[in-house]
């Protein structure tokens, strides 16, 4: 049984705050709208997005995926932090206990962020999981951020 750790980084023109509520708060109803060939729908299963909420995103048909649930373990909206954990759905395969997810946006430049994320993927029992393995799911984070990014730029007062 062994974790991997991945830390990814990722350069954006948008404010942290603007990034931080487009992304993590409101990614409910933006992801659907902007990724709509992927996502069909988000919804609260439980809570209503503070700590202990649980998310299912809901893919479409041209998925590999058919849905995840989140779980939303720390939320700070002053520090534009969040950690959630992935504890469900095909994403995990036989593979994947689960994986878990420490995103935080700083101000970088001027008008501009850096986002960090540090994902932990935790094997089953006498499973070795490769870097490889997860090379799918870091690109698919990095193209959601880069979605969410376009948009805001195109729309400047958005999550002002």
């Known amino acids: 049984m062994g974790i991997i750790k991945i830390n990814q980084t990722f350069r954006s023109q948008v404010t942290p705050a603007r990034m931080f509520k487009a992304l993590i708060l409101d990614s409910h109803n933006l992801g659907p709208k902007l990724m709509f060939s992927s996502i069909k729908s988000i919804e609260f299963i439980e809570g209503d997005g503070d700590v202990g909420s649980i998310k299912q995103i809901n893919f479409t048909e041209a998925s590999p995926f058919k849905y995840v649930k989140h779980r939303i373990d720390e939320l700070d909206k002053e520090k534009f932090m ?32 850096i986002c960090k994320m540090t994902s932990e993927y935790k094997a089953k029992e006498g499973i070795e999981i490769k870097q490889e393995d997860i090379e799918l799911g870091k690109d698919r984070a990095i193209g959601m ?16």
């Open 82 to 113: 969040c950690k959630y954990t992935l504890i469900e759905g095909d994403a995990l395969t036989d593979k994947l206990e689960f994986i878990s997810y420490e995103v935080k946006f700083e101000a970088y430049g001027y008008g501009g962020c």
């Open 145 to 160: 951020y880069e979605v969410i990014e376009a948009y805001l730029m195109a729309h400047p007062h958005a999550y002002t």
